[in-house]
Nanobody
Framework: QVQLVESGGGSVQAGGSLRLSCVVS?????????MGWFRQAPGKEREGVAR????????YYGDSVKGRFTISRDNAKNTVYLQMNSLKAEDTAMYYC????????????????????WGQGTQVTVSS
């Protein structure tokens, strides 16, 4: 079983930055798998933000965050990060970390159904 714990959310003014963290535990090589960040605003479907595989150049971003958000991982710390810059009011949502059972991510894809484990989420609120 894999457990995920997100942190780093909060309230920020538009144009500001936040860094989210997702600590993975519960299994050998628990973070050495495809990992993703998703978000969900009230009344909306869960949206893919970014994902990272285990190889070089394995990142993929949703169109709405390209150039502003950066996903990274530290396998030694079993942690995945999401650096969010130039935040906008429309980035306001609950952010969730997801872990796949797969070592590699599906090419060119960022769908919630591809992930098997989820954290409880961390709220990000951006005021304009």
């Amino acid at each position: 079983q894999v457990q995920l714990v997100e942190s780093g959310g909060g309230s920020v003014q538009a144009g500001g930055s936040l860094r989210l963290s997702c600590v993975v535990s519960g299994n050998t090589y628990s973070s050495r798998r495809c990992m993703g960040w998703f978000r969900q605003a009230p009344g909306k479907e869960r949206e893919g933000v970014a994902r990272i595989g285990t190889g070089a150049g394995s990142t993929y971003y949703g169109d709405s965050v390209k150039g502003r958000f950066t996903i990274s991982r530290d396998n030694a710390k079993n942690t995945v990060y999401l650096q969010m810059n130039s935040l906008k009011a429309e980035d306001t949502a609950m952010y969730y970390c997801g872990a796949s059972s797969r070592y590699n991510c599906y090419l060119g894809s960022l769908m919630p159904q591809e992930y098997d484990y989820w954290g409880q989420g961390t709220q990000v609120t951006v005021s304009s």
